[in-house]
């Protein structure tokens, strides 16, 4: 039996989402786990405080189809089957745990940048999945490209 039999990769689709997918693809076939891809896109008011006087339907519309087209096209890249592209709005980690809970998923995998300095101190999203999680998350340490 296999330690891990389903994970959940959180992409933020991002350049270093390739390097994380790679070496997700590579833990599933290892595991022969079952493996689901996730996407969080949050919401445009978020970054606006909530009150924005103007209707953003549109614009999150445009950035959920991104997020489709993005997601469909790491699903391909990773050469491991995936089970389900999962893209939902909202707050970033809620959601993670949130999926993670519906697939019960025995293991999440999150990018981690490694910053220092203030960003540590503010948090990451990869602090935020860890210390909310039910089951087990794995920060893979991804590069940035130059």
Do not use: W
């Not at 970054?47 to 953003?56: E, N, Q, R």
């Not at 491991?80 to 999440?108: C, F, M, Q, S």
């Not at 999150?110 to 602090?127: D, Y």
């Amino acid at each position: 039996m296999s330690i891990y039999t389903r994970i959940l990769l959180a992409l933020d689709l991002s350049d270093e989402s390739d390097q994380l997918a790679t070496k997700t693809a590579k833990m599933a076939e290892a595991f022969g786990a079952e493996l689901n891809l996730i996407h969080v896109v949050e919401p445009l008011s978020f970054a606006y405080g909530g009150d924005v006087p103007m209707d953003l339907t549109t614009i999150q519309e445009q950035l959920d189809d991104h997020a489709k087209t993005k997601l469909d096209q790491y699903a391909e890249k990773v050469g491991y089957p995936v089970n389900r592209k999962i893209i939902v709005t909202g707050h970033t980690e809620t959601e993670i745990h949130r999926a993670a809970e519906e697939l019960n998923t025995d293991l999440v995998i999150v990018g981690s940048h490694g910053r220092h300095g203030l960003a540590l101190l503010l948090g990451s999203t990869a602090n935020g999945v860890l210390h909310g999680a039910k089951c087990d998350v794995l920060a893979i340490r991804v590069k940035e490209e130059d």
